[in-house]
């Protein structure tokens, strides 16, 4: 299937309406965020790379067009789409840049029906990809450097490519591995895992199943110790691993309890029992406050695997994202509806590290000190570059997040930075209002 069809049935509706009156010339729609969560002192760009996938593969095929004539498209609409392809010009922000409300994540410049059906996908992958990269950059932060993540989210999360996403944002911004063994494959992640309560009740008692697992498992034999009591695990778990010479190799993995009071005892029983190398991984509901608070505790935990509050954003699973027509035919285009008016023209926006951010127009200069944030990525419906390396991608995540402020890194009642409004940018809005208001009188 060519996935033409993901879209809002609307899309489709204009984007004939357009063909049929010959309204092919170039539009920019602006892809941006109106209002940051309020637990959210900045955002992590991400969602680019499955956005230009689908661009550069946009198509209708004929079960596609074939379905929209049994909605009753008319026959010229479906001739139209029959060839229609993205064939257009895209700017955006680097995924791993850190960015803030009403600054421009992707900006896609195409004849009108084009821009206008790629609307839906465009909204959705840069949308869900950044809420989660934020989420999982938070969870990263409140380690502080201390515990390793690993994505645990792919049961939970709402969709398997939603979980393919997950696994690959927070990756970017600093988890090590994840448990998703397709994402891992794709993506070339660490790939990382350990066992199931049902592993343990499978067998007579903890021993045998944790002598079996080390047996096979010698590489990777981290030992599950809470599916009956948790200190009575870590000592069955010591028997085995000094029984098999596991010492170098081996962990355990706390799930339930008190995690933090639990670390304390596992260690001290492993310590007295000269397995100092043994690592503890601990895992449960965990976010960025559960992180932080064992991080405060002092907590002697090597690892940590977060699932379903990453991998859903739960505390913000969604973004006040918006997608709208800024210029049509060479015509600066603005939306002033009370709480969600629009600024017109396509857009850059800048950033100094003494000064911040800046909105402005695409074509102005970068005033002194002053860095432009968005790239051309697509040029005539094909990618500029090949995709970006991982490494490219952390590396940005950390400059950016070391050139934040101290409020806006906050995990409680943090402080978003706003870009402040180039002259050039107020003019040309006033202009449009202008025009707007003689036009409405």
Known sequence: MSGALLLD????????????????????????????????????????????????DFHFEEEDLFYLSSLGMPGDALEAFSSLRFTGDVWAVPEGTIVFANEPIIEVTAPLPEA???????????????????KAARCVMATEGRIE??????????????????????????FVATSNVEAARRYG?????????????????EVQAFRAFGTDHPERATFLVDTYDTLSGVGNAI??????????????????????????????????????????????????????????????????????RMSVSADAPYLDS????????????????TGKATYPGAKQAFRSPES???????????????????????????????PEALATQQARFRRGLSNLSAEARRLVDPVAPTAEISPALKVLTEEVRSSIRAQTA
Request: glycine share 8%; net charge negative; charged share 25%.
């Open 9 to 56: 049935l609307y899309e489709l509706t204009m984007a004939s309406s357009y063909s049929r009156r010959a309204m092919t010339a170039p539009a920019t729609f602006s892809l941006f965020v109106r209002r940051l969560p309020p637990e959210r002192g900045f955002l992590v760009a991400a969602g680019l790379e499955p956005v230009l996938e689908f661009l550069e």
């Open 116 to 134: 206008q059906v790629v609307e839906t996908v465009v909204l959705n992958r840069i949308s869900f990809n950044t809420a989660v990269a934020s």
């Open 149 to 174: 993540l690993v994505d645990f989210g792919m049961r939970r999360s709402q969709g398997l490519d939603a979980a393919l996403d997950a696994a690959r944002t927070s990756a970017m911004v600093g």
């Open 189 to 205: 992640l660490v790939p990382s895992g350990t066992m199931a309560h049902s592993y343990v009740e499978a067998f007579v008692d």
């Open 239 to 308: 028997e085995v691993i000094r029984e098999l010479h596991l010492e170098e190799n081996a962990g355990i993995r706390l799930d339930s309890g008190d995690l933090s009071s639990l670390s304390f005892e596992a260690r001290r029983l492993l310590d007295d029992s000269g397995l100092t190398s043994v690592k503890i991984v601990v895992s449960g509901t965990l976010d960025e406050h559960r992180l932080a608070r064992l991080v405060a505790d002092r907590a002697p935990i090597d690892a940590a695997g977060v699932g379903t």
């Open 322 to 337: 918006a997608y709208k027509l800024v210029s049509y035919g060479g015509r600066p285009a603005a939306k002033f509806s």
């Open 356 to 386: 911040g951010d800046l909105l402005g127009l695409r074509e102005e200069a970068p005033p002194p000190g002053f860095a432009p944030l968005l790239e051309q990525v697509m040029e005539k419906g094909r990618r500029r570059q090949p």
